[in-house]
């Protein structure tokens, strides 16, 4: 259900690109994430923060005007997510050894309301939302070698994902933006019963361009 929900708002959201009236661009960018573990009864862990790693972000992006200084800003990206695991931190079901990464490839559906503020050659915009994200593929890599690659059934994991976010940033009128995104993950990712593991801590640094900025009308 969930895969046909988000294959639907993917439609939604391509069916606006090509006929809504709204600028439409490309960002990609550095993605720093990590998983946080609420519930482990294999180790008695209530909060366990797992260690960060870096990834990529690279899609499209537009920027809807509801109001003067009101925008909607949705996004269909390919992204990648994960973390660093330390020996042990899964109780040994991932990660029983040193130096061993878990990377998460998903198309994601950020969309986020955001207010404007209108200076002379650039603007500056803060705001929130949410996400929602279908997985792609993932890795598992211990002391540099390829684990489990391929489907998130390997790797215990579920292949949905949802939660919220900020933004802020700015873009000047020629079309060029910087922003920085902030999102923490609300769906337990893990396909054990025993766990509740979601994608915390989420921070994506972006540059894009929107391409037709300069032809439309303030």
């Known amino acids: 259900m969930k895969k046909k929900q ?54 499209l992006v537009g920027d809807w005007k509801l109001a003067k200084h009101l925008w909607l800003q949705p996004q269909l990206l390919y992204t990648v997510k994960g973390t660093g695991l330390d ?24 969309v986020n309301l955001v207010y404007k503020i209108k200076k002379k050659h650039f603007s500056i915009f803060f705001g929130a939302g949410g996400y929602m994200a279908m997985g792609l593929s993932s890795k598992l890599t211990i002391d540099g070698k390829k684990k489990n690659t391929g489907s998130y059934k390997n790797n215990q994991l579920k292949p949905f994902d949802a939660g919220i976010s900020a933004t802020a940033g700015f873009q000047l009128n020629n079309g060029i933006f910087i922003a920085g995104i902030f999102q923490e993950g609300l769906t337990n990712i893990s396909n054990d019963i025993h766990r509740n593991l979601k994608n915390a801590d989420v921070l994506q640094l ?13």
């Open 87 to 110: 020996a042990g931190s899964f109780g040994g079901t991932w990660s029983p050894y040193i130096d061993s990464t878990l990377r998460l490839s998903y198309v994601e559906l950020p």
């Open 6 to 59: 988000f294959l639907f708002f993917a439609s939604m959201l391509c069916i606006s690109f090509a006929y809504a009236q709204f600028n439409i661009g490309i960002k990609g960018g550095w993605t720093l994430s990590s998983f946080r573990e609420s519930k482990n009864q294999y180790q008695g862990v209530s909060h366990n923060a797992v260690d960060a790693s870096s990834h990529v972000h690279i899609g």
């Open 206 to 218: 972006s540059i894009g361009y929107y391409f037709n900025q300069g032809k439309k009308k303030k």
